[in-house]
């Protein structure tokens, strides 16, 4: 039997370049825990400015609004249920 060589890899495209920021406005910094946690209770409220929206998109990631809204969603199911406990004792 003879020697076979492998297949050629295909060639995958090189990463695209990083932003470029020569048009002098500065990257967008990133959100501080205070400014995710009010645009998750707005979401929870359902209301939201346009613009405010538009700003969050570039300043946090999903990753942040994930995390946060589990935490707040539990905190309020902890509340609730503490205060069902509450108002149930006194019957």
């Known amino acids: 039997m003879g020697c076979t060589s492998p297949a ?3 060639r995958t ?3 695209p370049a990083p932003p470029d920021h020569a048009s002098g406005a500065p990257p967008p910094r990133p959100a501080t ?3 995710i946690v009010r645009a998750v209770l707005w ?3 359902g209301v939201r400015k346009g613009q405010a929206m538009q700003r969050d998109v570039v300043t946090i990631k999903p990753h942040q609004v994930i995390v946060v809204g589990i935490l707040i969603a539990a905190v309020v199911v902890a509340m609730l249920l503490v205060l069902v406990r509450f ?3 006194g019957l």
């Open 33 to 35: 825990v205070p400014e």
């Open 13 to 15: 495209p090189p990463d």
């Open 43 to 45: 979401s929870f409220f």
């Open 87 to 89: 108002i149930t004792r």
């Open 8 to 10: 050629p890899m295909p």
